[in-house]
């Protein structure tokens, strides 16, 4: 059995500084995400995903100070799967003892539920999708039509 893949271990993964933020009326400041990472860090949560680097400065230096004052967890940053993304979480979590990206492509919008491979997803379009079409050989390609 490889190292980490036993069946009877549950490994928690906390999305509370990324996702839970996202809830109406939620405005967490880098002093309470860091209070909140540390807690998490006392309840042995295996991974904490600390945010989205990229989004703007203060989510950056707030990722940055969780990477380098909470010990124990591994601590993600979320990154879109493009180059500048990928840079800036990697920058953000240089401090921390473990870490690791989480990774999302997106799907160029053509207002179709067509299922396209990876070819045609980048000669349709420019978007930083044709970059993740390009190096991705996974099955096919979901566009999904805009939110009306």
Same mark, same amino acid.
């Given at each position: 059995?490889?190292?980490? =893949?036993?069946?009877? *271990?549950?490994?928690?993964?906390?999305?509370?500084?990324?996702?839970?933020?996202?809830?109406?009326?939620?405005? #967490?400041?880098? @002093?309470?995400?860091? %209070?909140?990472?540390?807690?998490?860090?006392? #309840?042995? +949560?295996? +991974?904490? %995903? @600390?945010?989205?680097? +990229? =989004?703007? %400065?203060?989510?950056?230096?707030? *990722?940055?100070?969780? @990477?380098? /004052? *909470?010990?124990?967890?591994?601590?993600?940053?979320?990154?879109?799967?493009?180059?500048?993304?990928?840079?800036?979480?990697? %920058?953000? #979590?240089?401090? @921390?003892?473990?870490?690791?990206?989480?990774?999302?492509?997106?799907?160029?919008?053509?207002?179709?539920?067509?299922? *396209?491979?990876?070819?045609?997803? =980048?000669?349709? /379009? =420019?978007?930083?999708?044709?970059?993740?079409?390009?190096?991705?050989?996974?099955?096919?390609?979901?566009?999904?039509?805009?939110?009306?």
């Amino acid at each position: 059995m490889a190292k980490g =893949s036993d069946p009877d *271990v549950v490994r928690i993964f906390d999305t509370t500084l990324r996702d839970g933020e996202q809830a109406p009326g939620i405005a #967490l400041t880098r @002093a309470e995400k860091v %209070e909140i990472a540390e807690q998490l860090a006392r #309840l042995q +949560v295996d +991974v904490i %995903e @600390a945010g989205f680097p +990229v =989004s703007s %400065e203060g989510e950056f230096e707030a *990722v940055s100070e969780i @990477a380098s /004052s *909470v010990k124990g967890p591994v601590i993600a940053a979320l990154a879109r799967v493009v180059p500048g993304d990928i840079t800036r979480a990697a %920058e953000a #979590l240089g401090g @921390a003892e473990r870490c690791r990206t989480s990774r999302f492509a997106c799907t160029p919008r053509c207002g179709s539920t067509t299922i *396209v491979g990876p070819r045609s997803a =980048s000669r349709r /379009s =420019s978007s930083p999708c044709t970059t993740v079409a390009a190096f991705t050989s996974a099955a096919p390609w979901a566009s999904v039509p805009p939110r009306s």
